[in-house]
């Protein structure tokens, strides 16, 4: 017998390990990352829980946008580095992710946001990101759907684009196992056990994995995770709206991902048709992942004033998703200093899905105890009691 237990009526369940190497909590795409790195790498024993299907958080309802146009020059790295792994992802594993290397556009309408774009632009080609400004009348070549008025300008980077969420985490998923991974699904962790300063085991509603590692890539819910451990991780879970309209006669193909900055209204290609979202100022924190329509106005004035094509569009689907936030709103990556052997790798706020290949390189890295392509010091959830935060102005 495998270690597939099969239970009257239902699908099947893999057994839970009564030990592992390394657990890694969560099942999205930074989860499966960080398990398929350390399986790859030959780390005996990986084992990942997840407390639904893979993908079911966070991931399953991103945009699926990925790139490498940020302020951060930490964002910019791991956008890079990501976006190398996205374009041999299929070689390596052997999964069609759909990447479609439109470039990402952002529309820029006042002074401020000019300046502060043309900086990023430097450092990202400092950094060999091929990003670039463009004038407005370039800004609607590439985007015919958007109005230049009141338009100053453009950064557009060729090389970003967007993919499938969900074939990236099982892409990873598959070939995690396929290393000697053992991926448990519907295993709710409760708790984490300790004795001093050092993790014993994890705790889940299906049994007890004695362990000396854990990975947290919990997103929404990582603070509970971290508290389990002692571990303070400041994130907020934050709702976030997508809509998905009928088809739309010749549409270009090549639609770059488009995102007026000031409103924070964005669109890229879904099928025939186009997923639409944008930012809720008077969204709350808190776990609800219902739809409502308390955004559509505002939506509807952000796309007369810089897509006015768009109104006419009906909308046919949407979806709610989990941004996790941190007061910064930009990623936790690291080890916990409180607890022997608590890694992490959260707090995203929504740009979680496009770094994590690069993210997964990292935690392996960390885990094995070398030094990873980049330094994540910065990025340790620690910094904020420092009172050294690290703020990522190109956020969506």
């Given at each position: ?257 488009t995102i007026d900055f000031t409103s924070s209204l964005y669109f890229h290609t879904e099928g025939p048709g186009l997923l639409v979202g944008m930012s809720d100022p008077d969204e709350r924190p808190g776990f ?101 935060p690290r703020p990522e102005v190109n956020l969506v």
């Amino acid at each position: 017998m495998g270690d597939d237990l099969r239970p009257q009526n239902g699908p099947s369940v893999t057994a839970v390990p009564g030990r592992a190497g390394v657990v890694v909590i969560g099942g999205g795409v930074m989860g499966t990352s960080i398990a398929c790195h350390l399986a790859r790498a030959g780390v005996p024993d990986v084992v990942l829980v997840e407390r639904d299907e893979l993908a079911s958080g966070s991931t399953a309802r991103a945009a699926g946008g990925v790139r490498a146009q940020f302020s951060d020059e930490l964002n910019i790295q791991l956008g890079a580095r990501s976006l190398e792994a996205f374009a041999r992802f299929e070689e390596d594993t052997g999964h069609d992710i759909g990447l479609r290397r439109v470039g990402y556009l952002f529309l820029l309408s006042t002074p401020g946001e000019v300046e502060a774009f043309e900086a990023g632009v430097r450092l990202q080609n400092a950094l060999g990101v091929p990003s670039r400004m463009t004038d407005p009348a370039e800004a609607r070549r590439l985007a015919p759907l958007i109005t230049t008025d009141g338009l100053l300008a453009a950064a557009f980077s060729p090389d970003d684009g967007h993919c499938t969420p969900e074939a990236v985490v099982h892409g990873y998923a598959d070939t995690a196992r396929r290393h000697g991974a053992t991926i448990v699904r519907h295993c709710e962790v409760t708790g984490i056990e300790t004795r001093g300063d050092d993790i014993t085991a994890v705790v889940t509603r299906r049994g007890r994995i004695a362990t000396s590692t854990v990975v947290c890539a919990a997103g929404a819910w990582s603070r509970a995770v971290g508290a389990m451990a002692g571990v303070d991780l400041p994130v907020e879970p934050l709702r976030r709206q997508i809509a998905v309209t009928e088809p739309i006669p010749d549409l270009p193909p090549d639609l770059p991902m488009t995102i007026d900055f000031t409103s924070s209204l964005y669109f890229h290609t879904e099928g025939p048709g186009l997923l639409v979202g944008m930012s809720d100022p008077d969204e709350r924190p808190g776990f609800a992942t219902e739809t409502h329509d308390r955004w559509i106005p505002r939506l509807y004035e952000a796309m007369e004033r810089r897509a006015p094509t768009l109104l006419d569009v009906r909308r046919t689907g949407g979806w709610a998703g989990l941004y996790e936030i941190t007061p910064d709103h930009n990623a936790l990556i690291g080890e916990a200093a409180q607890v022997s052997r608590f890694l992490y790798a959260t707090g995203f706020s929504g740009h979680g899905f496009l770094q994590g290949p690069a993210v997964g390189e990292v935690v392996r890295d960390l885990y094995l105890g070398q030094d990873p392509f980049v330094d994540i010091t910065p990025l340790r959830a620690d910094r904020f009691a420092a009172d050294a935060p690290r703020p990522e102005v190109n956020l969506v």
